[in-house]
């Protein structure tokens, strides 16, 4: 067993992220495959959470709590997520990266990174060997929230892809069950069951261990600004811009805390903008007026 700060276990989970994001992207890379980006991404956790967990073999309840999350978490969405693309056939995402090496190997640097920082709370607490402080508040608190999350997530999952799969669905914006509340209630799950594992990892952090909240932050800002709601917001404004119904849609919906669309609707646009994430970003290539005017006569 390692000791002293190699028992968080930092740079061996660097080093096997490293190789195992190279490893998938030279085959993408070489045979300019979308069908394994998510899979690899999403399985790189699971494979962390059992390496740190089977590395320090010390069993404790804590570690095999939030280690069984991240597997239960992984193993349905790798699953999920491979089995839509092999469905879709590519990853739009990829538009304009797979022929072009440097921004493809950006993308999966950046992959990496994500993978590796995300884990971070998880990995601390895989390491811990000599102290174990018992269950606390905060464990329960944080397991409540990977709860509901998980769900929330994997419910908008399944919810959307029944919605694209209905031939009536064709050429219309998912508002169906928790799409009702939120325009992306899966990212919502996502963030909310990063968080609770960082809280449930609170009670064993200790001085620059808190730097482990590197985690639930990197996700949310990817999320938000990055990769996640930025880029589905503006195909969405793209296709429905000039819809009034859509534009409708987004006035009363949340982008991402699930909210009864009369109270949403009723906020004002400061509260929505500070507290709701109802970024100005979002609304880019939105229809303007005129396109609106010009759409509807």
Same mark, same amino acid.
């Given at each position: 067993?390692?000791?002293?700060?190699?028992?968080?276990?930092?740079?061996?989970?660097?080093?096997?992220?490293?190789?195992?994001?190279?490893?998938f992207?030279?085959?993408?890379?070489?045979f300019?495959?979308?069908k394994?980006t998510?899979?690899?991404?999403?399985?790189?956790?699971?494979?962390?959470?059992?390496?740190?967990?089977? $590395?320090?073999? *010390?069993?404790?309840?804590?570690?095999?709590?939030? *280690?069984?999350f991240?597997?239960?978490?992984g193993?349905r969405l790798?699953?999920?997520?491979?089995?839509?693309?092999?469905?879709w056939?590519?990853?739009?995402?990829?538009?304009?990266?797979?022929d072009?090496?440097?921004?493809f190997?950006? !993308?999966?640097?950046?992959?990496?990174?994500?993978?590796?920082?995300?884990?971070?709370?998880l990995?601390?607490?895989?390491g811990?060997a000599?102290?174990?402080?018992? $269950?606390?508040?905060?464990?329960?608190?944080?397991?409540?929230?990977?709860?509901?999350?998980?769900?929330?997530?994997?419910?908008?999952d399944?919810?959307k892809?029944?919605?694209?799969?209905?031939?009536?669905?064709r050429?219309?914006?998912?508002?169906?069950?928790?799409?009702?509340?939120?325009?992306?209630?899966?990212?919502?799950?996502?963030?909310?069951?990063?968080? %609770?594992?960082?809280?449930?990892? *609170?009670?064993?952090?200790? %001085?620059?261990?808190?730097?482990v909240?590197?985690?639930?932050? !990197?996700?949310?800002?990817?999320?938000?600004?990055?990769?996640?709601?930025?880029?589905?917001?503006?195909?969405?404004?793209?296709?429905? %811009?000039g819809?009034?119904?859509?534009?409708?849609?987004?006035?009363?919906?949340?982008?991402?805390?699930?909210?009864?669309?009369? $109270?949403? %609707?009723?906020?004002?646009?400061?509260?929505?903008?500070?507290?709701?994430?109802?970024?100005?970003?979002?609304?880019?290539?939105?229809?303007?007026?005129?396109?609106?005017?010009?759409?509807?006569?």
């Amino acid at each position: 067993m390692a000791s002293g700060e190699d028992r968080n276990y930092l740079g061996i989970t660097a080093l096997v992220t490293a190789v195992f994001q190279l490893t998938f992207f030279i085959v993408a890379a070489t045979f300019k495959f979308d069908k394994v980006t998510d899979f690899a991404g999403v399985t790189n956790f699971v494979l962390l959470a059992v390496l740190t967990f089977f $590395l320090n073999n *010390t069993w404790l309840l804590r570690q095999i709590v939030l *280690t069984s999350f991240v597997i239960v978490w992984g193993v349905r969405l790798a699953v999920f997520l491979l089995l839509r693309i092999l469905e879709w056939g590519e990853d739009r995402r990829m538009d304009g990266r797979r022929d072009n090496l440097l921004r493809f190997a950006i !993308f999966w640097t950046i992959q990496g990174i994500w993978v590796w920082t995300v884990s971070l709370p998880l990995t601390i607490v895989n390491g811990v060997a000599t102290r174990s402080p018992e $269950l606390q508040a905060a464990d329960f608190v944080g397991w409540a929230m990977w709860a509901i999350g998980a769900v929330i997530e994997m419910v908008a999952d399944q919810q959307k892809l029944s919605f694209k799969k209905d031939p009536a669905s064709r050429g219309k914006w998912c508002d169906i069950g928790v799409w009702k509340f939120s325009r992306h209630p899966n990212y919502f799950g996502e963030i909310l069951l990063w968080w %609770g594992i960082f809280v449930a990892a *609170t009670p064993v952090l200790r %001085g620059s261990g808190w730097a482990v909240i590197a985690g639930p932050i !990197f996700i949310t800002l990817l999320l938000l600004f990055v990769s996640g709601i930025p880029l589905l917001e503006i195909n969405a404004n793209k296709k429905h %811009g000039g819809n009034s119904e859509y534009r409708i849609y987004r006035s009363k919906t949340s982008p991402l805390i699930p909210l009864p669309t009369s $109270l949403y %609707g009723s906020l004002p646009k400061w509260v929505k903008s500070a507290i709701l994430f109802e970024l100005p970003l979002y609304s880019r290539k939105l229809a303007t007026g005129e396109e609106l005017l010009q759409s509807e006569t």
